[in-house]
């Protein structure tokens, strides 16, 4: 059997695979291709490459559901998530191809009966306020 580790690994680095989300927004931003998700298109990518973001503050010592999501801009909605993934590791010294990969803007959650509940802050520069971000996860899940 995979070991956590070894499940989480293959989960981020399918993310990566040819015309996988990851890869398909990065031929967007690099001008090299358009996104278009099943239920949101994605007008602009704002930040995808903005930095490595500090992943290790925001993760305890526990298995925390993490969704990778888009930005928001002007207060419209331009992505839709991404992909989740469960897993105890820190991701800060991620990389692909020998380079960091940003998540522009995400927020850690906890499933308890349906209900999402905003288990930190923002871990790059980007503020914004958790009720909107609870709000956000509410809608995503809706429509999913």
């Known amino acids: 059997m995979n070991t956590e580790k070894e499940m989480i690994t293959n989960c981020i680095d399918a ?3 040819p015309d996988s989300p990851w890869d398909k927004i990065a031929q ?3 001008g090299k291709g358009e996104f ?3 239920i949101l298109n994605i007008a602009t990518i704002y930040d995808l490459h903005y930095g490595l ?3 290790r503050k925001s993760f305890p010592d526990m298995t925390q ?3 990778l999501v888009g930005v928001l801009k002007n207060g419209n909605l331009i992505a839709k998530t991404f992909a989740s993934a469960t897993f105890k590791e820190d991701l800060a010294n991620f990389k692909v191809n020998g380079k960091h990969w940003c998540i522009p803007v995400y927020w850690e959650f906890e499933l308890n009966n349906g209900k999402i509940k905003i288990a930190s802050e923002l871990a790059n520069h980007h503020a914004i306020n958790n009720q909107l971000g609870l709000a956000l996860f509410k809608a995503l899940f809706e429509l999913e």
């Open 15 to 17: 993310l990566f695979e």
């Open 53 to 55: 973001i500090d992943l």
């Open 65 to 67: 559901i993490v969704k």
């Open 28 to 30: 967007y931003v690099e």
């Open 36 to 38: 278009v998700h099943p």
